[in-house]
């Protein structure tokens, strides 16, 4: 009765099956790899974070270009404080408020944006305190560049002169007529009575939606094994059932039983 297995249709269907199976179980293996890949780096960065804020500052010089390994590490640079931009529709502690930034022009004449703090409720630039005059040393956590869109940061444009969505190089500097350093820095204590703004996750380290991407990726190959085994029985048993019921002449032979009595020997 099984002989119809041996056919060419069910050649093709069991090499797909038996090739389709290992490279589903390959694939949702590799994803959720991939997940717990995320999920060690997530871990190291909440590590590197807590670490580095007890480690002593270095120069910028030495911390740069920022990646995983010195985003977060405490930095100290020396300038001066030049124009002043707020980054709005910022939330800390579930309420919703504004960055100040400023930016500190080094003697290298480059700029660094530095984040003095966060005030509550929307951008204004009469709340946000006036920067301190003169040459100064400030130290804080070195962040990476921001990418509109992603990790709350906001993508909208058309914001009022003077405020910017996102701390990164390629936005800053169309507002101020000299180069910005590919970083910025978050001050440890918030100046002028402000709130300290807290170190963000080093990008591609946390438990963002590209991890969960992975999770539900893993999910979705491990179920198609599952479909593929059912549709592989299903078709069996529907073919079983068509040669059995030729059989016993309650319904006419179609593909199943066509091809079984033409591979058996009554046949020749």
């Not at 069991?14 to 997940?35: H, K």
């Not at 869109?149 to 003077?162: D, I, K, M, Q, T």
């Not at 438990?207 to 059912?230: C, H, I, P, R, S």
Request: glycine fraction near 8%; charge should be negative; proline fraction near 6%.
């Amino acid at each position: 009765m099984y002989r119809f297995l041996l056919t060419p249709r069910w050649w093709g269907i069991n090499v797909f099956v038996v090739l389709a199976i290992p490279f589903c179980v390959f694939m949702g293996s590799w994803q959720l790899g991939r997940f717990e890949d995320r999920v060690d780096d997530h871990r190291a960065a909440d590590t590197q974070a807590a670490t580095a804020r007890k480690e002593a500052a270095r120069p910028l010089a030495e911390l740069l270009p920022v990646d995983q390994e010195t985003v977060n590490r405490q930095a100290t640079v020396t300038g001066r404080y030049d124009k002043q931009l707020l980054v709005p529709d910022r939330d800390l502690d579930d309420r919703r408020g504004f960055y100040v930034l400023t930016l500190l022009r080094t003697d290298s004449g480059e700029a660094l944006p530095v984040v003095r703090g966060w005030l509550p409720g929307d951008a204004d630039p009469a709340k946000a305190p006036a920067p301190p005059s003169g040459e100064v040393t400030v130290t804080g956590a070195l962040q990476a560049t921001e990418t509109p869109g992603e990790n709350g940061v906001s993508a909208r444009g058309g914001l009022p002169a003077g405020q910017t969505a996102a701390i990164s190089a390629a936005s800053l500097v169309n507002l101020v007529p000299y180069d910005v350093y590919d970083a910025w820095l978050t001050l440890n204590h918030g100046d002028s009575g402000m709130r300290a703004v807290p170190v963000s996750a080093a990008q591609n380290s946390g438990l963002d939606m590209k991890a969960f991407q992975n999770l539900g990726y893993t999910a979705e190959w491990f179920a198609f094994v599952g479909f593929v085994v059912f549709m592989w029985f299903r078709l069996l048993r529907r073919e079983v059932e068509l040669i059995r019921d030729a059989e016993l002449g309650l319904a006419p032979a179609e593909d199943g039983a066509a091809e079984q009595r033409s591979s058996s020997p009554s046949a020749v």
